[in-house]
């Protein structure tokens, strides 16, 4: 029966095995097919909830070549579901290209809610969460990493992000020269699993006892920035802006030419180029 047809985006658990909930496990029992990002990786979710529904891999490398023909094959041939490694599919995972491809063929899509690291590390962080920005992965490089935290500096509400394992530390150490100390940050590593461990405080004093301990830095990261306290200076002004411009300049002058540091950072911070050129050629007067 063409047009029919369900995709169900199925979230799997992000550490403890069950968590998933009970329409998730009968939707991926009564399915035709389930994709995966890694059928070796899922082999074992499936079996430890009895599921034995075929599977398709479908990961990052060939989901924009197969979506088309994959929403045409669930409508002409039955349901199907798309899970990811870990989690809620689409977030930081395969799914955006597939779901696109569902909507335009008539095929319905269907959400069977779970776990998503985004939000249990946003509950369990203490910062607000009135109101949040999931910024997705930082950059793996430097210069592109610093410059993505400063454009994040400003944000009034708490913004999260997701961090690769080996990273964190640089990460979090480009993060306070972008914003600073003193701003409250958190950091949520291994939610759900056995070492699950959510540090709290300023972002120094983070960075502080994550790099002072090899463990902390082992295994999957959230990091949490709360957002910016309302200043009373004048948007632009450069005393609203100090910090972050005179950290990013220290940070950037060693490695590129001041005219090219000068034009980056007055990128990012919106100030005029002349004015962050003139910032910098003080404080290297200074040294
Ligand atoms: N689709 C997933 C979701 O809904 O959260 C995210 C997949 S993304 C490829 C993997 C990243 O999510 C990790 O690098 C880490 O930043 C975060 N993550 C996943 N599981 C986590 C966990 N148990 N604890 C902390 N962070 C986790």
Redesign the pocket.
């Known amino acids: 029966m063409s047009g029919e047809h369900t995709l169900y985006l199925v979230a799997t658990p992000?550490?403890h095995l069950d968590d998933i909930g009970l329409r998730a496990i009968d939707t991926l029992r009564s399915v035709t097919r389930i994709y995966v990002e890694d059928t070796r990786h899922s082999a074992g979710l499936l079996r430890h909830h009895d599921i034995d529904t075929p599977m398709t891999a479908l990961h990052e490398h060939n989901e924009r070549e197969r979506a088309g023909e994959i929403a045409e094959r669930i409508r002409e041939h039955g349901d199907a579901a798309l899970i990811?490694d870990?989690?809620?599919p689409a977030?930081?995972?395969p799914g955006y290209r597939l779901v696109r491809a569902c909507i335009e063929a008539g095929v319905p899509v269907s959400a069977v809610p779970g776990a998503?690291?985004?939000l249990a590390?946003l509950i369990v962080s203490g910062l607000p969460t009135d109101r949040f920005e999931f910024a997705g992965f930082a950059p793996a490089r430097t210069v592109a990493r610093l410059g993505w935290y400063a454009a994040l500096a400003g944000r009034e509400h708490t913004v999260i992000a997701?961090?690769?394992p080996h990273r964190i530390v640089d990460s979090l150490v480009d993060l306070v020269a972008a914003i600073g100390p003193d701003r409250q940050i958190a950091v949520?590593?291994?939610?759900?699993?056995r070492f699950e461990t959510v540090q709290r405080g300023s972002a120094a004093r983070v960075l502080e006892r994550v790099s002072a301990d090899r463990d902390q830095q082992r295994g999957?990261?959230?990091i949490l920035i709360g957002g910016q306290a309302s200043s009373g200076s004048m948007p632009g002004a450069i005393g609203e802006q100090a910090l972050s411009v005179d950290t990013l300049l220290q940070a950037l002058t060693p490695h590129l030419p001041p005219r090219t540091v000068a034009r980056i950072v007055a990128d990012l911070v919106g100030l005029p180029k002349r004015q962050v050129y003139a910032r910098a050629i003080e404080l290297s007067d200074r040294g």
């Open positions: 992000i550490g990811s870990a989690g809620t977030i930081s995972d998503s690291a985004v590390a997701y961090e690769s949520a590593r291994e939610l759900t699993k999957e990261f959230v």
